[in-house]
C-alpha cells in the first residue's frame, strides 16, 4: 500500500531523511474547503479502507528496488535501506466515525505519527477518501430527494472509472442509502444486495412462442405440468378485450421472451415493458403472463421501463394492473411494484416529485457513479503540527489558509436536537459543557466574537488506530449505512435541503482564533 503515493511525497521523505528531522513528531488533517454539490454537507467515508491501508503501509523489496531505479542516482543507499523498515507501528489516527455528516474545513480524520511517514500518507489517505465520500454524499441526495420508502438500485457498473471505481461506487452508494446494486462482485465482496431483470436484448433475440423451451410449468402447489405459452395466449386475449387494444399489436417475440422468462423464474417473474410498444404491446404481454402465472399459483414481482416520460407512464400503467387486479379478481395485482431507469438525476427526481408517480423502485447508474455535478471532493490533506509547534499555511487565498495546531472537534445541538455549530478547540482546552455559554470565532467571521449555549455537545472523534492496529471495533457495511440515515435525519432542514441551504457555521474557540493570529502576525 506504501507505494500509493505521488513521487514528491517520496522525495520530500528523503529531504526529511537527509535533514535528520524524519522521527519528529507531526500532525496531518484531512479535510475539504466547501461542501459538495451546492449543499452544506458532505458524508464521511473511505476511512475503514484507510485503516486498512494503515496496517498494509509497508514498502516491500520490489517496491525498494522500483524506487531506486526511479529516483536520482545521488541519493544515498541508506535511505532506501530506512524506507524497507518503515510502517505505521507509530502513527495514531483519530477521526470522525464513516458515515457521519460532515461540514467544510472540519477534519474528518487527524494523523499523528513521525513526519517523514505522516507525509507519505497523504497520497494515500486523500485517494482512499475522496472519492468514497463524493459518492456517498451523492447517493445520500439521491435518497433525500427519493424519500425513504422509495427502492434505490445502483446500476452504474458499466459507467463508473473502470472496475475500481465501480466497485467503490456499489459500495459507498450503499453507505448513502441505495438499497442494493446490479454489480454481483460488490455484492460478492461487500454483503451488498444484488437484484436483475432483464435487458432488451433477451427479449429482441425471440422471434415466436415456437422458440419457447421449455414450456411448462407445474403449479406451485403441486399438479400436472401445464404449457404456460398457451395459457398466455389465452390471457393475452382476456387482457386485450379489457384494454380494448387488439392482440395482433402485442409483440409475439415479446411475448415469446416474458413466457421464456417465467418458466424459468416462476416466483421472479419481472418484465421490461419498452421494447417495442408500452401501451399495445409490453403492458398487455406482461398483464397475460403475469395472471397465467398467478392461475398456477405464482405471483410477478414487478415491471421496468427505461424510455419515454417514466413519471407519466408508470401512472398509466398503475392504472391498467389496478383495472386487471379489479376484473380479474386478483387483489395484490394493482400493487405490483414498477421500477424505473434511463440516464436518471436528481432533475429527473424533481421530475417526479413534482408531477406525482406510481414509480415504487428506480435503477441510477451514470449519475450516480461519475457524480457530473461534481467530480471530485477536493479534501485536502495538511500539517497542523511539527515538533510540538502548531503550522500555519498563509495564501493570498483566505479560504486556503489552514488552522494549526492539534485540536479536539465539537458538535453542537439546539434544544430541538439538531446540530447547528462545529466546534474546533486545542486539544488541552477544556470540553465545552453543555448549557455553557460559549464565546466562538465562526469562520468567515473571524472578526468578530459570537456566544452561543448548546443543549447537547457532542465530542466527534474517536481513535481508531494506534500502535499499528485498528483499536476501535469498526462496525458492518449495514451499520454504517443505518448511522449514515441516521446523521443526515439530524440535520436541521434548512442545512439538509439540497438547494440553496442555509449554511452550516463552523467556529473555532478563542484561544484558537488567538493562535491562529500570533502564527499570522510572526509570519508576515
Known amino acids: 500500500m506504501a507505494p500509493l503515493a505521488d513521487l514528491y511525497q517520496v522525495s520530500m521523505a528523503y529531504g526529511h531523511w ?21 449543499g452544506s454537507f458532505a458524508l464521511g467515508a473511505g476511512l475503514a479502507e484507510g485503516l486498512r491501508g494503515l496496517r498494509a503501509f509497508r514498502f516491500s523489496a520490489a517496491d525498494v528496488a522500483y524506487l531506486r531505479s526511479v529516483l536520482p542516482s545521488t541519493i544515498d543507499d541508506a535511505f532506501f535501506d530506512y524506507l524497507a523498515t518503515l510502517d505505521a507501528s507509530e502513527v495514531t489516527v483519530t477521526a470522525i466515525p464513516e458515515g457521519s455528516v460532515v461540514f467544510a474545513r472540519v477534519p474528518f480524520l487527524q494523523v499523528k505519527g513521525p513526519l517523514l511517514v505522516v507525509q507519505l500518507l497523504e497520497t494515500t489517505l486523500l485517494c482512499l477518501i475522496n472519492y468514497a465520500s463524493l459518492v456517498a454524499t451523492n447517493a445520500a441526495r439521491f435518497r433525500l430527494l427519493a424519500g425513504p420508502d422509495m427502492k434505490l438500485i445502483e446500476m452504474g457498473l458499466r459507467r463508473a472509472q473502470g472496475p475500481d471505481g465501480a466497485l467503490s461506487a456499489s459500495r459507498y452508494s450503499y453507505i448513502g442509502g441505495f438499497d442494493c446494486t446490479s454489480n454481483i462482485l460488490a455484492g460478492k465482496l461487500y454483503g451488498i444486495p444484488v437484484r436483475g431483470t432483464i435487458a432488451h436484448s433477451f427479449i429482441m433475440s425471440f422471434r415466436g412462442l415456437e422458440e419457447v423451451q421449455p414450456r411448462e410449468l407445474p403449479p406451485q402447489a403441486g399438479g400436472d405440468p401445464v404449457d404456460l405459452a ?238 499499528g492496529q485498528v483499536c476501535e471495533p469498526l462496525p458492518s457495511l449495514p451499520e454504517v449505512r443505518t448511522h449514515a440515515q441516521v446523521s443526515l435525519n439530524l440535520l436541521s432542514p434548512a442545512h439538509r435541503r439540497l438547494h440553496e441551504p442555509q449554511p452550516y457555521p463552523v467556529a473555532v474557540t478563542e484561544r484558537l482564533h488567538q493562535l491562529f493570529l500570533e502564527l499570522r502576525q510572526g509570519s508576515l
Open 18 to 38: 537527509r535533514a535528520g528531522r524524519h522521527r519528529a513528531p507531526a500532525a496531518a488533517e484531512l479535510f475539504f474547503r466547501r461542501p459538495p454539490f451546492r
Open 230 to 467: 398457451d395459457l398466455a395466449v389465452s390471457w393475452l386475449q382476456r387482457v386485450c378485450d379489457l384494454l380494448q387494444t387488439p392482440p395482433s399489436k402485442a409483440n409475439q417475440g415479446e411475448l415469446a421472451a416474458f413466457v421464456s422468462y417465467a418458466v424459468t423464474f416462476p416466483c421472479d417473474f419481472q418484465g421490461l415493458l419498452d421494447t417495442y410498444c408500452v401501451r399495445r404491446s409490453g403492458l398487455p404481454n406482461f398483464c397475460a403472463v403475469a395472471l397465467a402465472l398467478h392461475q398456477l399459483g405464482y405471483q410477478a414481482i414487478g415491471v421496468r421501463l427505461d424510455s419515454g416520460d417514466l413519471a407519466q407512464q408508470s401512472k398509466e400503467i398503475r392504472g391498467v394492473f389496478q383495472a386487471c387486479g379489479a376484473h380479474f379478481q386478483v387483489p395484490w395485482f394493482g400493487t405490483i411494484p414498477i421500477a424505473v431507469s434511463n440516464d436518471i438525476s436528481e432533475q429527473s427526481l424533481e421530475e417526479f416529485r413534482r408531477e406525482g408517480s406510481e414509480i415504487d423502485m428506480i435503477g441510477i447508474g451514470t449519475h450516480l457513479v461519475t457524480c457530473p455535478l461534481q467530480p471530485s471532493l477536493g479534501c485536502v490533506y495538511k500539517l497542523v503540527e511539527v515538533n510540538g509547534s502548531p503550522c500555519l499555511k498563509l495564501t493570498e487565498d483566505e479560504e486556503k489558509m489552514t488552522i494549526p495546531g492539534m485540536k479536539a472537534i465539537y458538535r453542537l445541538y439546539d434544544a430541538a436536537g439538531h446540530p447547528f455549530m462545529d466546534l474546533m478547540a486545542l486539544e488541552e482546552e477544556p470540553s465545552p459543557s453543555a448549557g455553557q455559554e460559549l464565546g466562538i470565532r465562526v469562520l468567515g467571521r473571524l472578526e468578530e466574537t459570537t456566544k452561543v449555549i448548546p443543549s447537547t455537545v457532542e465530542p466527534l472523534h474517536r481513535t481508531y488506530f494506534r500502535d
